[in-house]
């Protein structure tokens, strides 16, 4: 059974900064990613990507702003928010899959974390 965990998620400023994390339990060759959604809206990734090597794909409307980071000894990857925008606000979820990678369709994840909130005023 694959346990994804998130947490980091808060209220900042507009123009701050976040760092959520997600620890999952099966890590190595695994397809990542972090998805967002907001109440009446489809879930929405925010970037995908390989956790041994392969290129990372940001949606457009974090590119430049969010990266990630990942701990294999942790089993954790990392997704740092730079320049928070009120439209950030969100509800943050890791999720994963065993490849072919699906990058930014939800569809394409297994398993999925419980969510962790950020509010962007």
């Known amino acids: 059974h694959v346990q994804l965990v998130e947490s980091g998620g808060g209220s900042v400023p507009a123009g701050g900064s976040l760092t959520l994390s997600c620890t999952t339990s099966?890590?190595?060759?695994?397809?990542m990613g972090w998805f967002r959604q907001v109440p009446g809206k489809e879930r929405e990734g925010v970037v995908g990507?390989?956790?041994?090597?392969?290129?990372?794909y940001y949606s457009d409307s974090v590119k430049g702003r969010f990266t990630i980071s990942k701990d294999s000894a942790k089993k954790t990857v990392y997704l740092h928010m730079n320049d928070l925008k009120p439209e950030d606000t969100a509800m943050y979820y890791c999720?994963?899959?065993?490849?072919?990678?699906?990058?930014?369709?939800?569809?394409?994840?297994?398993?999925w974390g419980q969510g962790t909130q950020v509010t962007v005023s």
């Open positions: 999720a994963s899959s065993l490849p072919p990678c699906s990058k930014l369709v939800a569809s394409g994840y297994k398993y």
């Open positions: 099966n890590y190595a060759n695994w397809c």
């Open positions: 990507f390989y956790t041994t090597g392969g290129a990372t």
